[in-house]
Protein backbone atom coordinates (compact mmCIF):
# COMPACT_ATOMS: atom_id res chain seq x y z
CA UNK A 1 0.00 0.00 0.00
CA UNK A 2 1.33 3.55 -1.11
CA UNK A 3 1.58 5.98 1.56
CA UNK A 4 2.37 9.75 1.78
CA UNK A 5 2.17 11.52 4.83
CA UNK A 6 2.79 15.08 5.18
CA UNK A 7 4.25 16.84 7.82
CA UNK A 8 5.36 20.56 9.06
CA UNK A 9 2.65 22.75 8.45
CA UNK A 10 1.42 25.17 10.93
CA UNK A 11 0.13 28.86 10.94
CA UNK A 12 3.19 31.57 10.62
CA UNK A 13 3.67 35.53 10.64
CA UNK A 14 3.67 37.09 7.08
CA UNK A 15 7.51 37.26 6.26
CA UNK A 16 8.18 34.07 7.99
CA UNK A 17 9.33 30.83 7.23
CA UNK A 18 7.89 26.93 6.86
CA UNK A 19 9.69 23.36 5.72
CA UNK A 20 7.10 20.84 4.90
CA UNK A 21 7.77 16.94 4.85
CA UNK A 22 6.65 14.80 2.95
CA UNK A 23 7.73 10.74 3.23
CA UNK A 24 6.31 8.17 1.11
CA UNK A 25 5.92 4.61 1.66
CA UNK A 26 5.27 1.48 -0.34
CA UNK A 27 7.58 2.53 -3.57
CA UNK A 28 11.14 2.68 -4.40
CA UNK A 29 11.55 6.32 -3.87
CA UNK A 30 14.32 7.09 -6.37
CA UNK A 31 11.78 5.60 -8.72
CA UNK A 32 9.17 8.58 -8.09
CA UNK A 33 9.30 12.14 -9.32
CA UNK A 34 7.47 14.32 -6.64
CA UNK A 35 5.14 17.59 -6.71
CA UNK A 36 4.38 19.78 -4.31
CA UNK A 37 0.84 21.63 -5.18
CA UNK A 38 -1.41 23.44 -2.99
CA UNK A 39 -4.88 24.72 -2.91
CA UNK A 40 -6.15 27.54 -1.51
CA UNK A 41 -9.53 28.20 0.81
CA UNK A 42 -12.57 28.57 -1.56
CA UNK A 43 -10.36 26.75 -4.50
CA UNK A 44 -11.40 24.50 -6.48
CA UNK A 45 -8.02 23.80 -8.73
CA UNK A 46 -4.46 22.38 -7.16
CA UNK A 47 -1.84 24.68 -7.95
CA UNK A 48 1.62 23.39 -8.47
CA UNK A 49 4.20 24.46 -6.81
CA UNK A 50 6.98 23.02 -7.88
CA UNK A 51 8.94 19.73 -8.25
CA UNK A 52 11.88 17.30 -8.24
CA UNK A 53 13.06 14.50 -10.32
CA UNK A 54 13.71 10.72 -9.17
CA UNK A 55 17.61 11.84 -8.03
CA UNK A 56 16.83 15.34 -7.79
CA UNK A 57 18.64 16.27 -11.49
CA UNK A 58 15.87 18.65 -12.33
CA UNK A 59 13.62 21.15 -9.92
CA UNK A 60 10.61 22.98 -11.14
CA UNK A 61 9.04 26.03 -9.44
CA UNK A 62 5.67 27.78 -10.01
CA UNK A 63 6.25 31.26 -10.70
CA UNK A 64 4.29 32.75 -8.30
CA UNK A 65 6.31 31.37 -5.63
CA UNK A 66 10.25 31.29 -7.24
CA UNK A 67 12.79 32.53 -5.19
CA UNK A 68 10.74 31.88 -2.26
CA UNK A 69 11.07 28.19 -2.14
CA UNK A 70 13.48 25.57 -2.48
CA UNK A 71 12.05 21.66 -2.78
CA UNK A 72 14.73 18.88 -2.11
CA UNK A 73 14.75 14.91 -1.50
CA UNK A 74 16.78 12.70 0.84
CA UNK A 75 15.96 9.26 -0.79
CA UNK A 76 18.09 7.35 1.59
CA UNK A 77 15.01 8.60 3.57
CA UNK A 78 12.54 8.37 1.31
CA UNK A 79 11.24 12.31 1.99
CA UNK A 80 10.99 15.47 -0.25
CA UNK A 81 11.12 18.46 1.24
CA UNK A 82 9.90 22.40 0.54
CA UNK A 83 11.37 24.94 2.34
CA UNK A 84 9.33 27.95 1.79
CA UNK A 85 10.89 31.59 3.09
CA UNK A 86 9.40 35.32 2.76
CA UNK A 87 6.02 33.51 2.96
CA UNK A 88 2.49 35.65 2.12
CA UNK A 89 -0.90 35.27 3.55
CA UNK A 90 -1.82 34.53 -0.11
CA UNK A 91 0.14 31.16 0.38
CA UNK A 92 -2.12 30.16 2.44
CA UNK A 93 -3.40 26.78 1.47
CA UNK A 94 -3.47 23.04 1.76
CA UNK A 95 0.02 21.43 0.56
CA UNK A 96 -0.03 18.26 -1.16
CA UNK A 97 2.59 16.38 -2.22
CA UNK A 98 2.55 13.57 -4.93
CA UNK A 99 4.62 11.21 -6.98
CA UNK A 100 4.79 10.24 -10.10
CA UNK A 101 6.92 7.07 -11.33
CA UNK A 102 9.56 8.10 -13.56
CA UNK A 103 11.45 5.17 -15.69
CA UNK A 104 12.68 7.46 -18.66
CA UNK A 105 12.26 11.16 -18.48
CA UNK A 106 14.03 13.55 -16.90
CA UNK A 107 11.74 16.16 -16.68
CA UNK A 108 9.75 17.65 -13.74
CA UNK A 109 6.15 17.17 -14.13
CA UNK A 110 3.68 19.87 -13.61
CA UNK A 111 0.22 18.74 -14.17
CA UNK A 112 -2.17 16.89 -11.11
CA UNK A 113 -3.05 13.95 -14.08
CA UNK A 114 0.80 13.44 -14.09
CA UNK A 115 1.28 11.92 -10.54
CA UNK A 116 0.06 8.26 -9.05
CA UNK A 117 -0.23 8.72 -6.11
CA UNK A 118 -0.86 11.53 -3.53
CA UNK A 119 -0.62 13.05 0.39
CA UNK A 120 -3.84 13.72 2.52
CA UNK A 121 -2.14 17.56 2.71
CA UNK A 122 -0.94 19.64 5.60
CA UNK A 123 -2.78 22.97 6.20
CA UNK A 124 -0.55 26.43 5.65
CA UNK A 125 -1.94 29.54 7.07
CA UNK A 126 0.27 32.26 6.71
CA UNK A 127 -1.25 35.44 8.90
CA UNK A 128 -0.59 39.53 8.38
Known amino acids: QVQLVESGGGSVQAGGSLRLACTIS????????MGWFRQAPGGNEREFVG?????????EYAASMKGRIRISRDNNKDTVYLQMTSLKPEDTAVYYC????????????????????WGQGTQVTVFS
Open 98 to 117: AAKLQLHTLSVPSSQPEYHY
Open 26 to 33: GVTFNMYA
Open 51 to 59: GITRNSEET
